[in-house]
């Protein structure tokens, strides 16, 4: 099972590398290619790596550079988790905030001491042709050409404690109206569920905003965002897809 997981999660970075020419891309699609990301990773170094993924319902719609994060995401496995003898954890977490959207990628590895800090923002703040911090020089410089000076990259490290590094953009959502349709799955079924998301996902102008195991879950977080499609279940526990359908009229007409 976990070669063939490896098998499909290169399969879907190849897809993911090569295929369409959008420069910014939904933050849903490189999350999906971060998780592929991590499913080698951790066939890699096996016990060694724990990863938590945080992503707010509404930023998954904000629009991104593409492969703005797995640069970011190899730099803490490769400086946090690799180096420590037990391995150690990575958490991704994505939020909007006075409009604004922030990506964190945070490790508890060896982190860094006050001057290698200011070394290393050196480097990455640095206009010249520096050698040290490429990946996160790139970055920082494709949100700030991308979005304005006023964006980029932040780090914040305390030795022994890990790095946390935060990419800053604008909240800027790809709605309906500019090609956008955002759909839900409600299904208790796993296979079902993550096998719409995986099918639909992507294709032309769909993007799968949430997939939810039960109606009340769904209800719950629906409140707080606006999908165009919903694809559920009828048969489901606690409340039936007809039921939880009804239930979204009565919000509405309130």
Known sequence: DDISDV??????????SIHGKD?????NEEVQYIESYLCIQKNRLEDRLCTSMEIQKEARACMVPKLILQPMVENAILHGIEPMKDGGRVRITAGLEQQNLLITIEDNGPGMAPEELEQCRA??????????????????????????????????????EGTIVTLRMPGTRLSAEQGQMDIVIVDDEPKIRNGLSKLLDGRGNWHVTGTYADAMDALKNMAFCS?????????????????????MRETDQE
């Open 7 to 16: 098998v499909v999660s290169l399969g879907d970075i190849l897809k993911y």
């Open 23 to 27: 420069v910014l891309v939904p933050l």
């Open 123 to 160: 480097a990455v703040y640095s206009e010249s042709g520096a050698t040290d911090s490429i990946g996160m020089r790139n970055v920082h410089r494709r949100l700030r050409l991308h979005f304005g000076e006023e964006y980029g990259l932040a780090i914040e490290s305390r030795h022994q």
């Open 227 to 247: 999908p165009d499609v919903i694809i559920t279940d009828i048969k489901m526990p606690e409340i039936n897809g007809l039921d939880m359908i009804d239930r």
